[in-house]
T-cell receptor, first 117, second 114 residues
Framework: AQTVTQSQPEMSVQEAETVTLSCTYDTSENNYYLFWYKQPPSRQMILVIRQEAYKQQNATENRFSVNFQKAAKSFSLKISDSQLGDTAMYFCAFMKPPQGGSEKLVFGKGTKLTVNP | GAGVSQSPSNKVTEKGKDVELRCDPISGHTALYWYRQSLGQGLEFLIYFQGNSAPDKSGLPSDRFSAERTGGSVSTLTIQRTQQEDSAVYLC????????????FGQGTRLTVV
């Protein structure tokens, strides 16, 4: 079974600075998808960024980028120029390739990020 | 609709009562998922629907939990004889079709069993 580990329960950063959230995972699959989701106090999970394991290039979405190390099974999220609105829980998630009826996301336990003014 | 809609937003129920939680996915999305978020436990997968069928029910924690989906649209998660350990936020998500990896989540139902 796949597992996802986020070793930082809480982190804080000053506004405009850069912060990196860690995620490691365990799988025997060669092809899969990795995600970072943001959950603000409204509870709605919002997709931040997605990475396909077969792509060597790290995904980037504006101020958000990932460092995907497939051999090390590591998938960290870097937030540049942190903003107060980035304050939220961040979840790392894993998905096997959609096939055979199994399309579930496996989540880590989350990192609570606080951006301080 | 514009997004995934869940109702009620909050539900307080007495131990032993049955509850129904509703999810209205984005129009046209054929895949629908239920997850449970318990304090300190992260998110756990419960069940996945493709259309009206549920090819993966592996996350349902006991036979007190059931779910159905009708018309390829609205889904209802039913918990019978609720227990205090059922207290959690229940999140629903949908995606456009099978194999599309971007899931859109609702705001969840916070269930409190007293």
């Amino acid at each position: 079974a796949q597992t996802v580990t986020q070793s930082q329960p809480e982190m804080s950063v000053q506004e405009a600075e850069t912060v990196t959230l860690s995620c490691t995972y365990d799988t025997s699959e060669n092809n899969y998808y990795l995600f970072w989701y943001k959950q603000p106090p409204s509870r709605q999970m919002i997709l931040v960024i997605r990475q396909e394991a077969y792509k060597q290039q790290n995904a980037t979405e504006n101020r958000f980028s990932v460092n995907f190390q497939k051999a090390a099974k590591s998938f960290s999220l870097k937030i540049s120029d942190s903003q107060l609105g980035d304050t939220a829980m961040y979840f790392c998630a894993f998905m096997k390739p959609p096939q055979g009826g199994s399309e579930k996301l496996v989540f880590g336990k989350g990192t609570k990020l606080t951006v301080n003014p | 609709g514009a997004g995934v809609s869940q109702s009620p937003s909050n539900k307080v129920t007495e131990k032993g009562k049955d509850v129904e939680l509703r999810c209205d996915p984005i129009s046209g999305h054929t895949a629908l998922y239920w997850y449970r978020q318990s304090l300190g436990q992260g998110l756990e997968f419960l069940i996945y629907f493709q259309g009206n069928s549920a090819p993966d029910k592996s996350g349902l924690p006991s036979d007190r939990f059931s779910a159905e989906r009708t018309g390829g649209s609205v889904s209802t998660l039913t918990i019978q004889r609720t227990q205090q350990e059922d207290s959690a936020v229940y999140l629903c998500a949908s995606s456009r079709h099978r194999g599309n990896t971007e899931a859109f989540f609702g705001q969840g139902t916070r269930l409190t069993v007293v």
